[in-house]
């Protein structure tokens, strides 16, 4: 069986992943800061915070006892902060950074060790659309997914010869948690920037994915794929 | 036999199958004071990436502990604990629980 571990799996669109995988027949190893929100003989929840480094070695040393190795990684645990920049302080941009940047960072590089034996080992991290787009209110939000894209960038080239594929998508606003709380007005005005002006859904995030994951996405690494029609 | 002499059979075991994975023709018959990272010592960064984490993999299964060689004491000391087998069973050793 097959051992995906999923970041932020408690609710949102890394719940929908998680029940995703584990109906395809994956074991699925997910975390969030809070107890499991998924009863499933193959799901096992590890409560932590990404950014917590020692937790996250704790962590996969628990995956490499019970499971051996990790065939996949998606890091879709993070945090946004929709304020003007001259509004934000200090300690909440630590607090993105921490989670978006910090905790990505360590999962690439504890999960990367586990996936060293297996073939066809993916990561896929997450970005937003926001970076591309420059969207106003969401500076250090944005500054920190193109951190993540960076990272996803030069770990695809860092990893290729441990045969890891490093990607990343950048969703639209899919209704979760996440958004809620933005002002109509300035949903409307951030759709009418993408091609495909509509809301994202789950399912639109969980078929990039399913694409990067595929045996025959081999060749495809340290890429970014906006949706929505974002470029 | 020592736990520093354990520690270091356990390295050069791990160096020998790296020497055959990475084709290190000078590390096929390592010992404690075999050179391994930095001047003189033949192990390019993907192939010590690889025998870090094998060590700490057989440190874990050995020892049941989990311990990280990539820290920042590791990444401030003077000297690489990365260099030599015996420096790198020093930097094992300093990070094992007592």
Redesign the interface.
């Known amino acids: 069986m097959k051992t995906i571990v999923i970041t932020g799996s408690r609710k949102g669109i890394g719940k929908a992943l998680a029940e995703h995988y584990l109906k395809d027949g994956w074991r699925v190893a997910g975390c969030s800061r809070d107890d499991a929100s998924i009863e499933h003989s193959h799901y096992f929840h590890f409560s932590l915070d990404v950014s917590d480094?020692d937790a996250v070695?704790?962590m996969?040393?628990k995956i490499?006892?019970d499971f051996g190795r990790v065939n996949a990684l998606l890091n879709n645990a993070g945090i946004a902060s929709m304020n003007h920049a001259l509004l934000t302080p200090a300690k909440t941009v630590n607090q993105i950074l921490q989670t978006n940047v910090v905790g990505t960072f360590i999962f690439c590089r504890e999960m990367a060790?586990l996936m060293?034996s297996t073939d066809n080992a993916r990561i896929v991290n997450f970005t937003t659309i926001a970076h591309p787009l420059n969207l106003e209110g969401e500076a250090i939000y944005a500054a920190s997914k193109a951190a993540v894209e960076s990272l996803t960038r030069i770990l695809s080239r860092e990893l290729a010869?441990l045969k890891i594929t490093v990607n990343a998508v950048g969703p639209t606003p899919i209704d979760t948690d996440l958004i809620r709380g933005v002002p109509e007005d300035k949903m409307k005005a951030l759709l009418s920037r993408q091609s495909i002006q509509r809301m994202g859904k789950v399912t639109d995030v969980i078929n990039a994915i399913d694409f990067y994951l595929s045996e025959k996405s081999d060749f495809i690494t340290g890429q970014v794929l906006y949706l929505g029609g974002v470029s | 036999m020592s736990e520093k002499k354990v520690i270091e059979a356990l390295i050069i075991d791990l160096v020998k199958l790296l020497a055959e994975d990475f084709q290190i023709d000078s590390l096929i018959n390592p010992d404690a004071t075999t050179l391994l990272y930095g001047i003189d010592g033949p192990l390019d960064s993907?192939a010590l990436v690889?025998l870090i984490?094998d060590i700490?993999?057989a440190i874990?299964e050995k020892f049941s502990v989990?311990i990280?060689l990539a820290d920042e004491k590791a990444m401030s000391a003077h000297h690489s604990p990365y260099r030599s087998v015996t420096s790198l069973a020093d930097a094992v050793l300093e990070r094992m629980p007592s």
């Open positions: 480094e070695i704790a996969a040393h490499k006892t060790k060293r010869a | 993907m690889n984490a700490e993999d874990s989990s990280s």
